[in-house]
C-alpha cells in the first residue's frame, strides 16, 4: 500500500483553504464512519506494450506534484474542517506480479486484488490519499489500479489523470520532459471562490426552486426481500448485462424524434421501468452532474461532481411520448438550477432522519460513456475496463455505461437487502424496456408487464399570507413575517435580515413605526422576533408583553420646526413625523442625512455638519441645535459647495475626504479625539468640472487647488476610497511638491492601475479577479447593498444583449445602470475612473495606510496591497479589516477603521 508518513513539520504546509461543498459532505461522512469504503473511488486501466512500472511511477509522482489537491490533508481548526496543502507527498507504486497464473486463475486473483486495494481505508488527516498498484499479467501487459478518496477525486478526475499519466509515462520513457499545459487554477481557488460565491446568497433562487419541487415529495424506494437494519451498511454487490449492440445508435434515433438527448431518454426508460416493479405514481432518484461548468475547470483533479434528484410523474395512463417530455423538463430543471449542493437540498427539504436510509433517496441513476477513452501513448497503450465498487451509498445504483467495446447496463445494489434474483430480474427488466421503446414509441407506461405496488406521499404545511404581515415584510429588516389571532390581539412575528445599524431588540419598535408610516398603526398589538418561523402556526410563542408605539407626531411649535418636518417628509415619504423620534429610526441613513443637512443650510443660511444630526437626531433637539443661528435678519453667507462640512468641531488634526462624506462621518464617531472633517468634491450631480478630456493628474490638480484654498497651510492627511484613493495620492503629490507637509494619506481598497493592467494581462489572474468579483456582487445583492439591476449592469454582456434596454421600456427599470448611483453620478465617476486607467503614478514619498476589505482579491497571485508596494515602498502600511462600508443604511467596520487611522497617525 501507498502508505504516507503522518508526521509534518510546519513550513510543509504552503496553503489552506475551507471546504468544497462536495468535500464538507465527504468529510462528514467519513466522521460518521471513519474509513468508508464507499467513499474510495477505485479506477482499473489495462496497460498493453511496452512499458516500466518506473516510468509509471515517475508519472504519478509529476501528476501529484502538479495538482495541490493530491498534496492535500484534512484537519480540525476550531471545529471546522479545512484542507491544508503540503510541499510534498510522497508517493510508491506498488507493483505485484501474478503473471504465473493463467485463465480464470488469473481473473480470480486480481478480482481479489482488485477489492482488497479498493476496500483498504485512508485517512483524511494525512496525505496519500492517492495509491495505486500495478498487477503484472503478462511482459507486456498489467492492470494499473488507482483509489482516491472521493474527498479529491470525482470520476470526471479519471480521465484528467488517466491522460497525463500516459503522456508523462511516455515522454519518461523516450527521455523527455512532459509537455503539460499549465494549470489555469488549482482546486483549493475554486473552494475559496466557491464558499465567497455561495456566502453572496446566490443560491436563493435555486433553492426557491428545489423547494418547490421536492415540496411533499414520497420516499421512493424498491420494494426490499430483508427487513431493512437499524442503520445502513456499505456492503456491496453487483450484476451486470450487454446492451444491445446497436444501443447507442437506436438511443440517438429515439432522442432525436423526441427532441431530447439520450440521458433524457435513458431517465424515462428507467423510471417507467421502477414505475412497473413498484406501482408508484412517482419515481426519485438521484443523478450525478459534473460540476464543471466553467472551462478552467476541466483540466483540474478534485470533487466537483454535485448530486440531484429527478423527480419523475410515473402515471400509468401516461403516454411514453409524455413521459419523456416530462423527463427533459425535469432534467432541464436540473441543470438550470444545479448550483445548490446536495447537502443544502437536504436541509432544504429538511426530511425525517432515518439512520436505515440514505436521505431523500435511495438510488441513483446515471447514462454515460467511460470517463477515459482507450488511448496509446508512445509504446503501449491504456485501456479502461470496468472497475470494483468498494462500497455502497445507497440501495441502489444503476449505471448504463459506454465502452469502446459496447453500451452495458451495471446495477449495484445493497446485498443486506435485496436478493440477487430480484436485481437479476430488475437488470433484465430494464433491458427489455429499452428494447420495447427502441421497437415502438406509442405506448403508455402501463403497458410493461410488472406488478404494481403503492406509494403515498407525505403531505407538507405551508403559512397563510395576509395583508398585514406583507406590509412587515415589506420593511428592509424583516426577511419572513406572519401574523396571528393571540390573547393579546392580532400578533405579528418576523426573522430578520442581518443588520448592522439595528440591535434585535429595537426591531418591534421599528416595525410599529413602519405600520404607522404606513397607515396601519393600529392593526397589531405587538409584534415578536423570532430566529426561525415554525411550520405550524400553533408553535408560535404566545407573547409575553406588548411593543407599541409611545408617542404620536405633533404639532409643530415654530416655523423651523415645521419647516425641518416637510423636509424629512420628503425624504423619509412618511406623512406622520412624531418630533422625539431619531431620523434614522424612521428610516433615514447617512446619505438621506447629507441632502437633509444640504436642504437645512441652503432654506436657512445656517452652519450645520452631518455629524451634527448624529448628534441632535430628532426634530425637536435639530430645532434646538439650530434656533440660536436663527436670526430675523440672518445675512446669506457665500460658501465654496465644493468643500462639504462633515464636523466641525474636535481640535485633532482635520481629515479631508475626497468625494466621500459617510465613511469618515461614521467613523468620527469612533475616534477617541474629536476632529473635524470635510469633503471635497469637484462635481455634485448638477455642477462642478465639465467632463472634457483631461487627463488624471489634472483632474487631482483641481482638487488639490480646491484643498489648499480652504486649508492653506499643511500639514494635510487626506482620505479616500477605490478611485478617489487615487485622487488622494496624486492631490496629495501636488501639494507636497508646492512645500506643503503631507501628515499621511489613508486610501481603502485601492488599485495601483499599472497592476491592474498586469491582472489583465494575466489569463489565469484575470479569472481568478473575475471570479471573486462575481462572488462579491452577488454578496452585496443579497445584503440589500446592490440592486440586481445594478449587478446585472456591471457586466457588458448583459448590457450588449439588449435585456436591460427592453427592460427599461417596458417601465421594470428606471435605465440601464451598473451602479445604484445616481446617472449624473456614475457618469463622474466612470469620467474619473477612465482617466485613472491609463495613468501610471511615479513613485510617492510620504506616509499612506490602505485598508483592504474583502471585496478586494487576496490569496494565491494577488499583492497584499494591490499593487502599492512597488509604488510607495516602507512609507506604505497595509491592514486588512473584513468589511467597511455605508451602503443603504447598512454600516459596518467604521470603527475599525477609526483605530487603524489613530494608529497610524500615532506611529
Known amino acids: 500500500m501507498n502508505v504516507i508518513n503522518s508526521q509534518f513539520e ?17 468529510w462528514f461522512l467519513d466522521q460518521l464512519h471513519p474509513g468508508n469504503p464507499a467513499l474510495n473511488v477505485a479506477i482499473s486501466w489495462e496497460v498493453q506494450g511496452r512499458f516500466l512500472p518506473d516510468d509509471l511511477e515517475r508519472a504519478y509522482r509529476l501528476v501529484i506534484a502538479r495538482h495541490e489537491i493530491l498534496r492535500t490533508r484534512f484537519v480540525e481548526k476550531d471545529g471546522t474542517p479545512v484542507q491544508q496543502v503540503l510541499t510534498h507527498a510522497d508517493f510508491d507504486l506498488e507493483v505485484r506480479d501474478i503473471s504465473d497464473l493463467h485463465g480464470k486463475a488469473q481473473d480470480d486473483r486480481l478480482a481479489e486484488i482488485a477489492a482488497e486495494v479498493a476496500r483498504y481505508p485512508f485517512d483524511l488527516s494525512n496525505t496519500g490519499l492517492i495509491r495505486a498498484t500495478l498487477v503484472m499479467l503478462a511482459s507486456d501487459r498489467g492492470r494499473l489500479l488507482t483509489v482516491a478518496h472521493h474527498s479529491i477525486y470525482d470520476g470526471y478526475s479519471i480521465g484528467v489523470m488517466g491522460r497525463e499519466i500516459g503522456i508523462s509515462a511516455a515522454a519518461f520513457a523516450a527521455g523527455k520532459t512532459p509537455d503539460l499545459p499549465e494549470l489555469p487554477l488549482q482546486y483549493g481557488d475554486f473552494s475559496l471562490w466557491q464558499q465567497q460565491y455561495l456566502a453572496s446568497g446566490v443560491l436563493e433562487e435555486d433553492t426557491a426552486y428545489w423547494r418547490e419541487q421536492m415540496k411533499d415529495a414520497p420516499y421512493f424506494e424498491l420494494p426490499t426481500d430483508f427487513p431493512r437494519p437499524k442503520a445502513r451498511n456499505t456492503e456491496i454487490s453487483y450484476l451486470n448485462t450487454a446492451l444491445q449492440d446497436d444501443f447507442a445508435e437506436a438511443m440517438e434515433r429515439v432522442a ?154 451495471n446495477i449495484e445494489y445493497s446485498p443486506n437487502l435485496y436478493k440477487p434474483e430480484t436485481i437479476k430480474a430488475l437488470l433484465q427488466m430494464i433491458k427489455q424496456s429499452f428494447a420495447h421503446v427502441f421497437e415502438t414509441g406509442a405506448f403508455t407506461l ?97 407573547p409575553a408583553q406588548v411593543v407599541a408605539l409611545q408617542s404620536k407626531a405633533a404639532k409643530p411649535q415654530n416655523d423651523l420646526e415645521q419647516g425641518i418636518i416637510a423636509i424629512w417628509q420628503d425624504l423619509l415619504e412618511q406623512r406622520s413625523i412624531p418630533t422625539d423620534r431619531s431620523f434614522f429610526e424612521l428610516g433615514g441613513h447617512s446619505l438621506l442625512a447629507v441632502r437633509m443637512v444640504s436642504r437645512i443650510r441652503k432654506e436657512w443660511n ?29 445675512l446669506a453667507v457665500e460658501t465654496d459647495w465644493r468643500v462639504e462640512p462633515i464636523r466641525t468641531d474636535g481640535d485633532g ?74 485622487i488622494a495620492l496624486e492631490a496629495a503629490r501636488v501639494l507636497q511638491a508646492k512645500g ?140 486588512s479589516i473584513d468589511d467597511v462600508s455605508v451602503v443603504k443604511g447598512q454600516i459596518s467596520g467604521t470603527g475599525e477603521l477609526a483605530q487603524k487611522i489613530e494608529s497610524f497617525l500615532a506611529r
Not at 10 to 26: C, D, G, H, I, K
Not at 375 to 399: C, H, N, Q, W
Not at 610 to 633: F, G, N
Not at 749 to 760: F, K, T
Open 10 to 26: 510546519p513550513e510543509q504546509v504552503v496553503a489552506e483553504f475551507p471546504l468544497s461543498t462536495a468535500q464538507q459532505q465527504f
Open 256 to 409: 432525436k424524434a423526441n427532441g431530447t438527448s439520450p440521458f433524457v431518454i435513458g431517465a424515462a426508460v428507467a423510471s417507467a421501468a421502477l414505475h412497473r416493479v413498484t406501482g408508484a405514481d412517482e419515481v426519485l432518484f438521484g443523478t450525478p452532474i459534473a460540476g464543471r461548468q466553467e472551462v478552467e475547470l476541466e483540466p483540474l483533479i478534485g470533487p466537483f461532481i454535485n448530486n440531484q434528484v429527478l423527480r419523475l410523474p410515473t402515471r400509468a395512463s401516461k403516454s411514453f411520448a409524455d413521459h419523456v417530455a416530462q423527463t427533459k423538463s425535469v432534467v432541464e430543471g436540473a441543470l438550470v438550477h444545479q448550483n445548490l449542493p446536495f447537502s443544502k437540498l437536504v436541509e432544504v427539504v429538511n426530511p425525517v432522519r432515518d439512520a436505515s436510509r440514505a436521505p431523500l433517496i435511495s438510488m441513483n441513476f446515471n447514462l454515460q460513456h467511460v470517463f477515459m477513452e482507450d488511448e496509446t501513448y508512445g509504446d503501449f497503450a491504456m485501456v479502461s475496463k470496468p472497475t470494483f465498487t468498494p462500497g455502497a451509498s445507497r440501495d441502489l445504483d444503476i449505471v448504463i455505461i459506454g465502452r469502446p467495446t459496447g453500451w452495458r447496463l
Open 446 to 542: 402501463g403497458n410493461l408487464p410488472l406488478v404494481q405496488g403503492n406509494a403515498q406521499a407525505e403531505e407538507d404545511s405551508t403559512l397563510p399570507e395576509d395583508p398585514i404581515a406583507q406590509t412587515l415584510q415589506s420593511h428592509p429588516f424583516v426577511a419572513q413575517a406572519v401574523t396571528v389571532d393571540q390573547p393579546r390581539g392580532r400578533w405579528g412575528y418576523v426573522t430578520a435580515n442581518p443588520s448592522p445599524l439595528m440591535a434585535l431588540e429595537t426591531l418591534p419598535q421599528i416595525l410599529m413605526q413602519h405600520l404607522s408610516a404606513m397607515g396601519e398603526d393600529a392593526a397589531l398589538a405587538g409584534i415578536s422576533v423570532l430566529a426561525t418561523l415554525p411550520q405550524d402556526q400553533a408553535q408560535l410563542p404566545v
Open 606 to 634: 445656517v452652519s450645520l455638519g452631518v455629524a451634527a444630526v448624529y448628534e441632535s437626531p430628532t426634530v425637536s433637539e435639530l430645532v434646538a441645535h439650530l434656533a440660536p443661528q436663527i436670526a430675523p435678519q440672518a
Open 653 to 726: 488634526q482635520q481629515i479631508i475626504s475626497i468625494n466621500d462624506i459617510s465613511l469618515i462621518l461614521n467613523a468620527s464617531e469612533h475616534f477617541s479625539q474629536s476632529r473635524p472633517s470635510v469633503c471635497v468634491r469637484l462635481f455634485d450631480g448638477t455642477r462642478g468640472i465639465d467632463q472634457s478630456e483631461r487627463s488624471f493628474l489634472e483632474i487631482a490638480a483641481e482638487y488639490a487647488k480646491v484643498i489648499e484654498a480652504h486649508q492653506p497651510q499643511g500639514p494635510y492627511l487626506l482620505f479616500g476610497a477605490c478611485v478617489h484613493g487615487n
Open 740 to 879: 506643503h507637509e503631507i501628515t499621511g494619506v489613508v486610501i481603502k481598497d485601492c488599485w495601483e492601475p499599472g497592476y491592474v493592467a498586469g491582472i489583465r494581462a494575466d489569463r489565469i489572474q484575470r479569472r481568478r479577479e473575475k471570479l471573486y468579483a462575481l462572488g462579491n456582487r452577488m454578496r452585496q445583492v443579497r445584503k440589500g447593498r446592490m440592486s440586481l439591476a445594478a449587478m446585472l449592469g456591471s457586466y457588458r454582456i448583459v448590457r450588449k444583449s439588449g435585456v436591460l434596454t427592453m427592460a427599461t421600456k417596458l417601465g421594470f427599470m428606471d435605465r440601464v445602470r451598473a451602479t445604484d448611483m445616481t446617472a449624473e453620478q456614475e457618469g463622474f465617476v466612470e469620467y474619473i475612473s477612465q482617466a485613472r486607467n491609463v495613468y501610471r503614478p511615479e513613485p510617492l514619498d510620504f506616509p499612506i495606510l490602505h485598508v483592504v476589505t474583502r471585496i478586494t482579491p487576496t490569496g494565491k497571485g494577488f499583492l497584499p496591497s494591490i499593487g502599492w508596494e512597488k509604488i510607495a515602498g516602507d512609507n506604505l502600511q497595509t491592514v
